[in-house]
């Protein structure tokens, strides 16, 4: 994790692939961002997206009841 560009002060919570040394996606926990920015999602191109807790946690309420898996899908 500590090759993505602007990650000082933010809390690894995951690491999604870890299969490689790629740069996989990460998510992060900011404590010092305001409560609506708090969960930060990276990517391997560098890119981030920035959420409220709830908004994360609508996420996982979709990936768990299945709405998500055809995604993944080729």
């Known amino acids: 994790m500590s090759d993505i560009a602007g990650i000082e002060g933010l809390e690894p919570v995951a690491t999604f692939c870890g299969n490689c040394d790629c740069g996989c996606p990460n998510l992060f926990v900011?404590?010092?961002?305001?409560?609506?920015r708090r969960v930060v999602l990276t990517d391997d191109f560098g890119q981030r997206v920035q959420m409220s807790a709830d908004q994360f946690s609508s996420l996982v309420a979709d990936a768990k009841s299945g709405k998500l898996d055809g995604i993944g899908a080729p």
């Open 30 to 36: 900011d404590p010092a961002a305001p409560a609506e």
